[in-house]
């Protein structure tokens, strides 16, 4: 009985010490518009009044009726709460959109599908 309450305690003291963080954000940016997309740039923001940048993506371009699709490692994020934010630019004029949320550090949602259209960005779980 005492090697059967020793084996458990090893396994849950293991499974603590030994837990990884899975903070790897999928990401689909699929471009709908009539525009090429450019100088795209997905942040990791910790500022509620004021933008905190901790992490980010870039992403040269994108062209009309492309599809990019990329995986964001945000294991070493602090443990603080805070949101995702893209910027880029059509043409001229520059976008941006806040979506998602993380807390404690870890991500509620791992996959983002990101459509960029002439006059919207939809953005689904």
Do not use: P
Not at 18 to 28: G, Q, R
Not at 42 to 54: F, R, S
Not at 92 to 97: C, P, V
């Amino acid at each position: 009985m005492k090697q059967i309450i020793v084996f458990f305690f090893t396994i849950a003291f293991l499974n603590c010490c030994n837990e990884a963080k899975d903070n790897i954000l999928t990401l689909s940016i699929n471009n709908q518009s009539d525009f090429k997309i450019e100088k795209i740039k997905l942040y990791a923001n910790i500022g509620l009044t004021m933008n905190t940048y901790v992490d980010s993506i870039l992403i040269d371009k994108i062209e009309i009726s492309q599809k990019y699709n990329t995986e964001w490692d945000l294991n070493n994020l602090s443990k603080v709460d805070g949101n995702f934010i893209i910027k880029f630019q059509i043409d001229t004029l520059l976008r941006e959109k806040e979506f998602g949320y993380f807390t404690n550090g870890t991500l509620i949602e791992k996959k983002y599908d990101i459509r960029i259209e002439n006059d919207t960005i939809l953005i689904t779980k």
